[in-house]
């Protein structure tokens, strides 16, 4: 057999799919976001998924969304590290200007803010569903000022399975 396989992945089903594998790291009950950051030539520079910083416990800190109004101390919302700030910290190549990010989830605007702030230039996203939160209104308001361009995936529908 001489010809090369016809039926590999691409780029974008890559990518995505190695940040859809790093969601699956995450403790998170509710909503398990994956990144992967991506150089222009196509290089993967760093992956991150949400969770807490070093030192502060799966089992100790709150995992909850249910108090985030009448008792943010106890809700996970002031401890999880979302996966693109995590994936923008794990880095320790250098820089990452002019690379791209691959994530599951749209990002909030403090991702925004690191994800302008590092010079990353493009998002690829696969899901939006709090469009239509104040906090991704302000993201997106801070990625066009700041001329970031995001897109949203286009699945291919291709089931890529893997056993571990
Ligand atoms: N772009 C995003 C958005 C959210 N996250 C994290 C933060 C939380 O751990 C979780 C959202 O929880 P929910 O309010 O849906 O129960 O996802 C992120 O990492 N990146
Ligand atoms: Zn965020």
Redo the contacts with the bound molecule.
């Keep these: 057999m001489s010809e090369k396989r016809e039926d590999y992945i691409n780029w974008d089903e890559y990518f995505i799919g190695v940040a859809k594998l790093s969601a699956r790291r995450?403790k998170?009950p509710?909503?398990?976001?994956g990144a992967c950051i991506v150089s222009e030539d196509n290089k993967i520079l760093s992956m991150g998924?949400?969770g807490f910083p070093r030192g502060c416990s799966d089992e100790d800190f709150p995992w909850g969304?249910e108090f985030e109004l009448t008792d943010p101390y106890n809700a996970?919302?002031l401890y999880?590290t979302?996966?693109?700030l995590n994936a923008i910290l794990n880095y320790r190549g250098g820089s990452l200007e002019g690379s791209k990010i691959y994530?599951t989830?749209?990002?909030?605007n403090e991702?925004a803010k690191a994800i302008i702030q590092a010079g990353i230039k493009t998002i690829i996203y696969e899901e939006d569903k709090?469009a239509s939160s104040p906090s991704v209104r302000a993201s997106k308001r801070m990625l066009n000022a700041a001329g970031v361009r995001y897109y949203e995936y286009q699945p291919s529908g291709r089931k890529i399975e893997i056993t571990v």
Excluded: A, G, I
């Excluded at 509710?30 to 976001?33: C, E, G, I, K």
């Excluded at 989830?105 to 909030?108: G, I, M, S």
């Design positions: 995450s998170d509710n909503t398990q976001v998924y949400n969304k996970k919302y999880s979302h996966s693109e994530v989830l749209f990002p909030c991702c709090y």
